[in-house]
């Protein structure tokens, strides 16, 4: 592709863009923002995008996928079926065809591939097999951001295993998983495997790839001895069980203007530890819509972490803070909340915590009053009793002696055991070899492939621009010819350049402008391909070419003559070292 003729233009100021990598993509050329969450790909970024796809599918195929593709607009009554309708609440972009029937603009596609493996598979004869497919999905987020991260419109490799049981599933997932490691492998960015939330996918159990990065929403503990690492929804930690005590007996002890933990524990002169936090929400089921009042006890040195709290509710339901008439009508005096005397109907979750810990100062539900030595189970009990505490940087590792830390990240792709939830619900069966009917167990495996463009940019890049991984690139070579409308000589020998490399196989963008030697060189830094090589009047008299990898401070001159099979080396070494 020579420049003169690419669509698109370099931007040198910056935008205002929230990331490194949007505000790059942006000035490079490589996407158009048409509104919030709603990108273009210009010529050079949909390159980027289908080098991506194009190792998405390889790794899908070697691993025994089976590429299918899936209508994006899909009957409500199909997500009906599945009870997810209201489970994606306004995420889900809903329309109404000119029957007045509801239609949905896919997030993802479990409903659809349940219904299609019913309408075509019989038998065990028919398993194990996982379909995918590269497609366009819809989440009508409410805040986009990062760019290509969080986006209203996006490009998904989803896919979807059918097995007979669950050593099917476990072969097909750990298939799965491999084919993930080496996807973020080849496109140069680094991921951690870690424990994660199934969230409204459900399932039992599943794992995200996590690009570290700060400019991330999720935010994931990491083991500093061992591989463990898990999402903050899902992490887990050693607890320490405190000194056993005798329970004491209970008593009043008058708190005034003592309405946080803080300044309880300062007031009484007890660590936090010594306490019982109490947090108030309402539960709204996102099916039906009915609320009722949460009361969450955890010890005061803990914190809540709301999805393992709605999780304990039973999942497909949305938490909100108590207002404070919510709050009074359960029994509770807001600042001096206690898990005694709450009316009935009221949920209670509890946190291990506070279970196992003796003797604790907990909220009286009367004004500056708080109660010594409350303990569970002599005097009050919970609905639930769970792990509903959110680990912190320094709690023990639960697998070994280490520590707990925490990081930003972006989740990448993730994977799921998703077991009989929709096969059960689409009332799916097969025969096994005895002639017995069965129901499928199924996985699902999805990937960003918008993600995989923004956090390549966010790996690689410095302050002159992006420098693309070789496997991703949208060009493998950048040819800069300097003083071409002055020299005849030079602009054929380009040319010819130009020529010789496209027959070698290496993709070209020759920089064919009329343009000065600067502007030349930082457009070539912005749009950050591999390799640049530099044809001008003083090279072309010396019988050489300036050969200059993206990150390398300086240039190499190379024999003209060997200048194809140089460069063509440069590629495939960078590309074996991903």
């Known amino acids: 592709m020579k420049m003169s003729r690419l669509f698109g233009h370099t931007r040198r100021e910056r935008t205002d863009a929230d990331t490194v990598n949007t505000?790059?993509?942006?000035?490079?050329?490589?996407?158009d923002q048409l509104a919030a969450?709603?990108?273009?790909?210009?010529?050079?970024?949909?390159r980027v995008k289908q080098k991506v796809e194009a190792i998405v599918r390889q790794e899908m195929d070697a691993a025994g996928g089976q590429e299918v593709l899936m209508p994006a607009i899909q009957p409500g009554e199909l997500w009906e079926t599945a009870g997810r309708i209201d489970l994606f609440g306004d995420t889900l972009f809903r329309v109404i065809d000119r029957?007045?029937?509801?239609?949905?603009?896919?997030?993802?596609?479990?409903?659809?591939?349940?219904?299609?493996?019913?309408e075509h598979a019989q038998s065990y004869r028919d398993?194990?097999?996982?379909?995918?497919?590269?497609?366009t999905?819809?989440?009508?987020?409410?805040?986009?951001?990062?760019?290509?991260?969080?986006?209203?419109?996006?490009?998904?490799?989803?896919?979807?295993?059918?097995?007979?049981?669950?050593?099917?599933?476990?072969?097909?997932?750990?298939?799965?998983?491999?084919?993930?490691?080496?996807i973020f492998a080849r496109c140069g960015v680094p991921t951690t495997p870690v424990e994660a939330d199934s969230g409204a996918i459900g399932g039992k159990g599943s794992q995200e790839f996590i690009f570290v990065a700060d400019i991330g929403e999720d935010t994931i503990v990491?083991?500093?001895r061992c591989d463990y690492a898990a999402n903050t929804e899902k992490?887990?930690?050693?607890?320490?069980?405190?000194?056993?005590?005798?329970p004491l007996a209970i008593e009043d002890v008058a708190t005034p203007n003592a309405t946080t933990i803080e300044a309880l524990a300062a007031f009484l002169g007890v660590p936090a530890s010594a306490t019982a936090k109490a947090v108030l929400f309402r539960a709204t089921e996102q099916k039906g819509g009915a609320t009722y009042p949460v009361f969450a006890v955890i010890r005061g040195d803990l914190d809540v972490n709301e999805v393992k709290l709605m999780n304990a509710l039973g999942g497909g339901v949305d938490l909100a803070p108590l207002f404070e008439t919510e709050a009074t009508a359960i029994g509770v005096v807001p600042g001096y909340a206690g898990p005694i005397g709450l009316r009935e109907g009221t949920r209670m979750i509890a946190d291990h915590s506070v279970t196992t810990t003796a003797n604790l100062v907990a909220g009286a539900n009367r004004d500056g009053i708080h109660l010594r030595n409350v303990n569970y189970g002599r005097d009050w009990r919970a609905t639930t009793v769970t792990d509903i505490a959110n680990a912190q940087p320094g709690f023990g590792c639960p697998r070994c002696e280490g520590a707990l830390g925490t990081a930003r990240g972006i989740e990448m792709g993730h994977v799921f055991r998703l077991g009989r939830l929709y096969s059960e619900a689409f009332a799916v069966n097969v025969l096994d070899e005895a002639g017995e009917q069965r129901v499928p167990i199924m996985g699902c495996y999805g990937i960003g492939v918008d993600r995989i463009v923004a956090a390549a940019v966010e790996q690689h890049h410095d302050d002159r621009g992006i420098a693309w991984p070789a496997s991703i690139a949208p060009y493998d070579v950048h040819l800069v010819g300097l003083g071409l409308t002055r020299d005849a000589a030079v602009a054929a020998d380009a040319e010819t350049l130009y020529a010789e490399l496209t027959?070698?196989?290496?993709?070209v963008l020759f920089d064919d402008r009329d343009e000065s030697p600067g502007v030349k060189f930082n457009d070539a830094d912005l749009i950050g391909l591999p390799l640049r090589v530099t044809v001008s009047s003083r090279n072309h008299g010396a019988g050489v070419v300036e050969v200059q990898p993206r990150e390398a401070t300086e240039a190499e001159r190379v024999p003209r003559a060997e200048a194809v099979a140089w460069l063509a080396a440069l590629r495939t070494a960078a590309i074996a070292a991903l």
Do not use: N, W
């Open 23 to 31: 505000d790059l993509l942006l000035r490079a050329g490589c996407i």
């Open 37 to 46: 969450g709603i990108y273009t790909y210009m010529p050079l970024g949909l």
């Open 99 to 118: 029957r007045e029937r509801t239609m949905v603009l896919a997030p993802t596609h479990e409903e659809a591939v349940t219904r299609l493996f019913r």
């Open 127 to 135: 398993l194990p097999v996982t379909l995918y497919q590269v497609q």
């Open 137 to 182: 999905k819809f989440r009508d987020e409410q805040r986009p951001r990062g760019g290509l991260v969080r986006v209203r419109e996006f490009t998904m490799k989803d896919a979807y295993s059918f097995d007979l049981d669950d050593a099917g599933l476990d072969a097909s997932y750990a298939a799965m998983f491999r084919a993930y490691t080496r």
């Open 222 to 224: 990491i083991c500093d």
């Open 235 to 246: 992490a887990e930690f050693r607890r320490v069980r405190p000194d056993a005590e005798e």
């Open 503 to 507: 027959v070698a196989g290496l993709d």
